[in-house]
């Protein structure tokens, strides 16, 4: 289980993320806006942060865990008491993969709520004047139809293995509405869907993305010539790089303004035994790649559609795929012969 996002990384002093273009100009009332992001030394949030930083917002925060415990309701108070922002950008998390969900649902839950629920309810205390809260696409049902649309969010229970941290998270965007609608509060619900990219946790709890990095080039330096895949490879996913996230968060925080929840994707929907040959291919890894059948495959298919997102606020994803995956692989590579894992 990671908590890089929910509380600060050991790994702060890197260098700063890179960004991508965003739609429109910069908005003037942010320029001199107090902008705090949760989990702003983490993966996406050190991409959001140099976004923010990179359309001339000059007063950008990171509330740090060791005087904040986000979970806390103390905590939460004092963050803003201290900051005083204008505009929070939600994007704290307890988050992981397939295993690290199985094995501590309870925390997955617990400290997401937790979060979510003390951060805007203090924001509508404080007269908060933006709330951007990170959601997931975990909250969908299992057998959303594909592209998952918005107005299917509700059709259904969320895959097993993901349920308690995606009905967490679901919940931000119920307080978000109800807040919007009881007392006008200005709280506006992304959904991205799974990102990769530099600065991703490349430990064993982290996702397929950096999990499959490390394994093939763990292969390759050992030579070994075969390697294990969970499950059968038969489900697809949707990747979004993080800088394209993090465009997305910004775009949405200076021009939307709803309660309906937006959907961030990349549009392109990839199989995991496709994922796998591309890692291997992008390693260097040229052995068997055996499937273990009988590890779950997690949600049968995931992709978005992303027309609201253009429509409400003029974004749409950038990099390619395969692009984007020959760069992780080399900036990790890069940083592994620097002595820099990343929880690998």
């Known amino acids: 289980m990671a908590t890089t996002n929910a509380h600060e990384p050991a790994f702060a002093e ?31 949030g050190r991409h959001v942060v140099a976004t923010l930083h990179a359309r001339g ?6 509330p740090r865990s060791a005087q904040y415990d986000l979970r806390l309701e103390d905590g939460v108070a004092r963050f803003y008491a201290d900051h005083r922002p204008d505009v929070v950008i939600h994007l704290a998390a307890v988050v992981g993969g397939i295993g690290a969900n199985r094995e501590h649902p309870g925390d997955f839950f617990h400290d997401n709520l937790m979060m979510g629920t003390h951060l805007l ?69 992304l959904m991205p869907t799974n990102l990769y990219g530099p600065f991703d946790n490349f430990g064993p709890d982290g996702h397929v993305i950096p999990m499959l990095v490390v394994k093939y080039l763990n292969a390759v330096e050992a030579g070994i010539d075969e390697v294990v895949a969970w499950g059968d490879g038969s489900p697809t996913r ?25 959907n961030l994707g990349s549009g392109r ?9 591309l890692i291997a291919q992008a390693t260097g890894f040229t052995g068997h790649i055996r499937w273990d059948a009988s590890k779950p495959n997690g949600q049968p298919r995931r992709c978005l559609d992303t027309t609201r997102a253009h429509d409400r606020f003029g974004w749409q994803a950038q990099m390619p795929f395969e692009e984007g995956l020959r760069q992780t692989v080399a900036w990790y590579r890069a940083e592994r012969a620097a002595g820099r894992t990343w929880g690998a």
């Open 121 to 189: 309810e203090h924001a509508r205390r404080v007269g908060l004047r933006k709330f951007v809260a990170c959601g997931t696409i975990c909250s969908y049902p299992k057998f959303t139809p594909v592209p998952f649309r918005e107005d299917d969010l509700w059709n259904g229970y969320p895959e097993e293995t993901n349920a308690p941290y995606g009905l967490a998270k679901k919940m931000l965007l119920v307080q978000s509405q109800a807040y919007r609608q009881q007392y006008g509060t200005d709280a506006i619900y």
């Open 238 to 262: 949707e990747f979004l790089h993080v800088t394209d996230a993090a465009a997305g968060l910004v775009a949405a925080a200076e021009r939307y303004d709803g309660s309906d929840p937006v």
């Open 14 to 44: 890197t260098p700063d993320a890179v960004t991508v273009p965003l739609p429109g100009e910069p908005v003037d009332w942010l320029r001199d806006a107090r902008i705090a992001v949760t989990g702003g030394a983490g993966f996406l």
């Open 57 to 62: 917002y000059r007063h950008v925060t990171i």
């Open 269 to 277: 929907e990839v199989s995991i035994r496709e994922l796998t040959e």
